[in-house]
């Protein structure tokens, strides 16, 4: 049992900062849809407990464009199966090319639909600043530490950056449903699921 996770449930008073994962954003997308799915309906309960408490809530770029993507990527393979085409993403830009830009002009108002949704939220997108910390570069240090991560945890390199941003923004609590946070001693994890 990891000693830096605290349940959604178990929260009284947030933190006044958090870094926000792209998997947890993504309930609260997949909430508007299914608002009876429990882990969406906690997520979204536990997002107002945010915004009530006045808590700052951000994300990287990164944590942005993986939204994105998600959301684009779903609607892309439902769109290629509706068409009959098989096959994966790459495929489907390989070998059906028109296809391929057709649906992406399809999914456009997705797109945008997508970044007010997330402008709604109330999330905000931060970049490291300033860009040099004593002299060094801070894109290259925040390289180097999710490599440390990497090395020093079985996480993988995408939630290995977003640790990297919110430590070097100074952010400790990072809110994801994501249990591969969960057995990294420099982050407290704010979750639904508790990793056994």
Known sequence: MTLNVELFKNVTTPVS??????????????????????????SKKFYEKLRKNGTLMWTSILGLEEVIWIVLRNNILDDMHQQGLTGSISDLKRNHPTEY?????????????TFRTFAAFGIQLHIPTPF??????????????????????????AD?????????????????????????ATISVYSYYQKS
């Open 17 to 42: 900062k958090v870094y926000m994962d792209s998997n947890f954003i993504l309930t609260l997308f997949w909430y508007i849809q299914d608002p009876t799915n429990r882990l969406y309906s906690s």
């Open 101 to 113: 830009i057709n649906t992406f002009k399809k999914l456009k108002p997705l797109i945008q639909h």
């Open 132 to 157: 040099k910390i004593n002299g060094r570069n801070k894109a290259e240090r925040i390289a180097k530490y999710a490599c440390l991560l990497m090395d020093s945890y079985e996480i993988e390199a």
């Open 160 to 184: 290995a950056f977003h640790i990297a941003f919110a430590r070097c923004e100074g952010t400790k609590f990072i809110v994801s449903n994501d249990t591969g946070f969960q057995d990294v």
